[in-house]
């Protein structure tokens, strides 16, 4: 289960590496915003160094920090070709891993998760942070970042936490001092998901959240190596503990 955050979403990748090194391989992967991007990959069967070399070649060139601050639609559609020119499918349900993007209906606020449909509209859809991007159409309705309904989406796993690995990526950090602005916006809205992840997260087989990462914003593009490489050591020391405590 992969949450949003936007660049520090390169987190997830280093996640996913060190638990290849413990020999956890997903299953499934219910996800959205970044962690829908991310997951779609690993979900379409790449590893998770594949994924990093793909980012590593392209990414650059589709993201532009001055693009996204302009709510550029050309972003969005460079990030569409690249999506269409990188999967291997165009559908959902044809991925070899079940997959489920949450998205965020633009009109009530519910979330919606959809495991069929066309891939790339729903990763739009899942990653399209208001402001920063424009809604994208799916069917008759309009639809936004998932995380804003929940950012660590659940649902489909609702009858098998036990065997979950929750990652969120979007740590607080010690409230020390005064706040710039950036800080506070970006503080203000994972406020607002906190109670939800939490709900999510409860009896989940682990819940993996780099504190680190609270030093990263979300668009720290630039920074992907060092948010990866967080994500990954900090998640070996979950695992390491979890397959300490399993051995005792």
């Known amino acids: 289960m992969l949450s949003g955050g936007g660049a520090r979403g390169f987190a997830h990748l280093g996640v996913l590496e060190a638990c ?6 997903p299953g499934a992967i219910s996800a959205t915003s970044a962690g829908a991007l991310v997951g779609a990959y690993i979900a ?13 070649r392209k990414v650059p060139g589709i993201f532009s920090r001055w693009r996204i601050l302009r709510g ?12 269409e020119a990188t999967l291997p ?5 044809q991925l070899p891993m079940p997959f489920f993007v949450s998205i965020t209906d633009l009109a009530t606020g519910r979330q919606c998760l959809l495991r069929e449909g066309e891939l790339v509209p729903a990763l739009l859809a ?3 942070v208001p402001v920063l991007f424009p809604p994208v159409a799916i069917g008759q309705g309009r639809y936004v970042d998932g995380g804003l309904s929940n950012n660590l989406p659940i649902e489909p796993f609702n009858d098998q936490r036990s065997e979950v690995i929750a990652v969120y990526v979007n740590p607080l950090a010690p409230l020390n001092g005064r706040l710039n602005f950036r800080e506070t916006i970006d503080r203000t809205v994972h406020l607002s998901f906190r109670e939800v992840v939490a709900r999510s997260s409860e009896g989940c087989r682990l819940y993996i ?8 914003g979300i668009l720290d593009l630039h ?4 948010i990866r490489a967080i994500g990954r050591a900090h998640a070996r020391k979950v695992l390491e503990a979890a397959f300490t405590a399993q051995r005792s």
């Open 44 to 56: 379409a069967g790449l590893a998770p160094g594949e994924v990093v070399d793909l980012m590593r």
């Open 89 to 93: 499918v165009q559908r959902i349900e």
């Open 20 to 25: 290849a090194e413990f020999g956890i391989v």
């Open 72 to 83: 550029d639609r050309l972003t969005q559609n460079r990030i569409r070709s690249f999506l």
């Open 126 to 128: 899942a990653s399209a």
């Open 209 to 216: 959240e780099p504190p680190e990462l609270a030093a990263f």
């Open 223 to 226: 920074r992907a190596d060092r």
